[in-house]
């Protein structure tokens, strides 16, 4: 199987990469929607995005270009502990560091910490965490840091200046894995691994009450939603649509019924995929 993934190597996406593709050809990209374009193409069988950090929230470029360009469905998640560290080219004081690079994303995770360790410094956002790595690794000029993980640090040769320097301990980030082929499998299951379903609902009109029967829907059938977030329609402004995860099969008899109800009432309902969650929080080591 060939892999694309947010690169270049040392990125957290490299790591989920990892988790779940252990030994099959990956291919690093420089984008989120390279990495999804190179699967439309058929240059790629899968490609792993990320979707959602617990500090951050949603990564909207992957929702958007998922839902309004690629349109690729879900086969897979995998949610992957984020420990970020500052990373520097040989050993300097933290006084010395000057400029900061990262994605915008890990910028934002070590915003008390870069606030009160380096208020200093200046932050400059790059395409990912790898990248940012590489970068600092290539600066004859030493007071530069990255910050990153320990994957980034031992493939461009930096030092770990701090270590865990983002602001919250429960720091998570959820990958999805993507596919031309909505009945593929790429992944061997976990025992007991629980299955999602995300999809997206556009209302009829906006008129009162509208999302509460949508919800509702869901409700009375005690389908557990576990997100729910609204989404620009990109057709003119008060244009929305709603992303939503809930906890059961797209198959499933009670699901199939919200969809008939929610159609019923003028709704739109697009599956995005129904996929199992494949969580690594015993493994944190090995994804530090």
Not at 12 to 20: C, G, I, N, Q, R
Not at 88 to 103: A, F, I, M, N, R
Not at 213 to 229: G, H
Not at 272 to 288: R, V
């Amino acid at each position: 199987m060939k892999i694309s993934y947010l690169g270049p190597r040392g990125t957290f996406t490299k790591m989920a990469v990892d988790v779940l593709f252990p030994g099959e050809e990956a291919y690093s990209y420089a984008t989120i929607p390279q990495c999804m374009d190179a699967v439309v193409n058929g240059e790629i069988d899968y490609c792993v995005v990320p979707v959602e950090n617990t500090i951050e929230g949603t990564v909207p470029i992957t929702m958007d270009y998922l839902i309004h360009q690629a349109k690729l469905p879900i086969v897979g998640e995998v949610v992957i502990p984020i420990r970020q560290h500052l990373l520097t080219k040989g050993t300097v004081e933290l006084s010395d560091v000057k400029d900061v690079y990262s994605h915008s994303h890990a910028i934002a995770q070590c915003h008390h910490f870069l606030h009160t360790e380096l208020p200093h410094a200046v932050t400059h956002a790059a395409s990912s965490t790898g990248t940012a790595a590489k970068m600092v690794a290539a600066m004859e000029d030493g007071f530069a840091a990255a910050i990153g993980n320990e994957l980034a640090a031992k493939e461009f040769g930096l030092t770990i200046l701090q270590k865990d320097i983002h602001d919250y301990a429960n720091n998570h980030t959820r990958f999805f894995v993507l596919s031309s082929d909505a009945g593929s499998n790429p992944v061997k299951r976990d025992a007991g691994a629980k299955m999602k379903t995300s999809l997206y609902v556009t209302l009829p009109s906006d008129y009162a009450g509208a999302l509460h029967q949508v919800l509702a829907a869901f409700a009375w059938r005690k389908i557990n939603m576990s997100k729910i977030e609204s989404r620009p329609m990109k057709t003119g402004l008060g244009n929305y649509f709603f992303i939503m995860d809930v906890s059961c099969e797209a198959e499933d008899i009670l699901f199939q019924g919200v969809r008939q109800e929610l159609e019923a009432l003028g709704c739109s309902l697009t599956v995005l995929g129904s996929y199992p969650i494949h969580q690594y929080e015993k493994k944190a080591g090995a994804c530090s």
